[in-house]
């Protein structure tokens, strides 16, 4: 397929579409071609984590989406993600702090504090991770993850 050389939104609409057929590596290209056009596009930085997240790269994962937090401070989907990219990366503090960012964003999605729960449940830091496990409860009271946690732990 030919594309416009100048089209940062055609690359970026490309890349989705090689990435729902399996086709990781030239979605990755196409993205870097559309930041190459747009470099302060937040959303292409995001996407490009994500690609660079079915591949295992964790360390471009995490650089990919540091740079769109800082084009766009309130992405909360990336925010989220740094998080649990970060804590797959075992850096739970760095992990939580951008979970709180995720969560200051976006106030009515139970992942985000649920995601902070369990890496403070690790951490035994257990009154902390009672009260993100509610937070998330609060949000959407049926959301049974949460509940499930604060089952576990006697509650």
């Known amino acids: 397929i030919?594309?416009?050389?100048?089209?940062?939104?055609?690359?970026?609409?490309?890349?989705?579409a090689l990435s729902m057929m399996g086709r990781t590596s030239e979605?990755?290209?196409?993205?870097?071609?559309?930041?190459?056009?747009?470099?302060?596009?937040?959303?292409y930085h995001y996407k490009l984590?994500?690609?660079?997240?079915?591949?295992?790269?964790?360390?471009?994962?995490?650089s990919s989406l540091v740079k769109a937090v800082q084009l766009n401070p309130r992405h909360s989907r990336a925010w989220y993600n740094l998080g649990l990219a970060r804590n797959?990366?075992?850096?739970?503090?760095?992990?939580i702090a951008a979970l709180l960012k995720a969560e200051n964003v976006e106030q009515?999605?139970?992942?985000?504090p649920y995601a902070r729960a369990t890496i403070?449940?690790?951490l035994r830091r257990i009154p902390e991770a009672i009260e993100?496990?509610?937070?998330?409860?609060?949000?959407?009271?049926?959301?049974n993850p949460a509940r499930a946690l604060l089952q576990e732990l006697g509650l």
Do not use: C
């Open 27 to 43: 979605a990755i290209d196409a993205l870097k071609e559309a930041i190459r056009l747009d470099p302060g596009e937040a959303e």
């Open 132 to 143: 993100a496990a509610q937070r998330a409860l609060e949000i959407q009271p049926n959301y």
């Open 108 to 112: 009515n999605d139970p992942d985000i």
């Open 49 to 62: 984590a994500l690609a660079w997240n079915e591949t295992g790269r964790t360390d471009n994962t995490v």
């Open 120 to 122: 403070l449940l690790r």
């Open 2 to 16: 030919k594309l416009d050389n100048y089209s940062a939104p055609l690359r970026h609409e490309f890349a989705i």
């Open 88 to 95: 797959g990366m075992n850096q739970p503090e760095a992990a």
